[in-house]
């Protein structure tokens, strides 16, 4: 029942952004050999102009694997993946506390009225948007992978599939910051601005080429060090999930101790 619940409290905004990515991810699809000539010619042109480990890169960008990379995995759906991320992180409130706004206080004291903990309906509400915002980072990117084979092209579908994973596990600190946030605030809004303002903040200055620094979580996210080296970036990946669970954890515990 508690899975079911979460279903119908997340599936508009489910659906509705996976519909956006798949237009998005088909808008971006080099379709034939013209428009990767065009984007290797764009890369030629900007390459004077980037830094000496930058151009390094140039070969490995010169291909349709290394447009899909950088055009979709480190800038187009890491920038709306994480957005998305930060909203479908309020709901884990909004959709399990009764005393949040907008018509949820009903559904909320029902759920509490039932024999199950409270740790047990917010968990799994954690769980169940976590796996929802892995699903939004594997769909549309295996739109590539396809036509990749359709046009002769050499984008995997194992590659992709790791990047999407890179992606949507490195990134399960959006929710739990917005989860977090709003057990703090109570404040839906507040959090929403709060946490735009980190996805954005996190991800400018723009870097085309440059590698994000070894600090901030888009670099696991973005896969640059698999892209580069061919290795996945197992202590960033740990680190990035151990921070998100702690984050859930201190969420859930103030919930716990707060009265209805």
């Not at 042109?45 to 349709?64: H, Q």
Request: proline letters at 4%.
């Amino acid at each position: 029942m508690l899975w079911r619940k979460s279903w119908w409290e997340t599936r508009l905004g489910l659906l509705a952004f996976m519909g956006v990515l798949l237009l998005f991810a088909a808008w971006r699809q080099p379709w034939g050999d013209a428009a990767l000539t065009q984007w290797i010619s764009s890369l030629q042109e900007r390459a004077p102009n980037w830094g000496e480990d930058s151009r390094r890169l140039l070969p490995l960008l010169s291909s349709y694997q290394g447009y899909v990379w950088l055009f979709w995995f480190k800038l187009m759906l890491l920038l709306m993946w994480s957005s998305f991320a930060i909203a479908m992180g309020v709901t884990l409130v909004a959709a399990s506390c009764p005393w949040m706004a907008g018509g949820y206080g009903a559904a909320g004291l029902f759920t509490y009225s039932l024999p199950v903990s409270r740790r047990r309906v917010l968990l799994t509400h954690v769980a169940f948007v976590a796996v929802e915002l892995v699903v939004v980072a594997l769909v549309p990117s295996l739109m590539f992978p396809i036509v990749s084979r359709l046009i002769g092209g050499e984008v995997t579908f194992g590659s992709t599939v790791v990047y999407a994973l890179l992606l949507s596990l490195g990134g399960m600190v959006f929710p739990a910051f917005s989860f977090l946030l709003t057990a703090v605030f109570n404040n839906q809004w507040i959090v929403l601005t709060i946490g735009i303002a980190v996805v954005f903040a996190m991800f400018f200055p723009l870097r085309i080429a440059g590698e994000f620094p070894w600090w901030n979580v888009y670099h696991v996210m973005s896969g640059e060090t698999y892209f580069r080296y061919g290795k996945i970036p197992w202590l960033g990946l740990l680190a990035s999930l151990a921070v998100s669970a702690s984050m859930i954890i201190a969420a859930v515990r103030i919930y716990e101790r707060r009265d209805f």
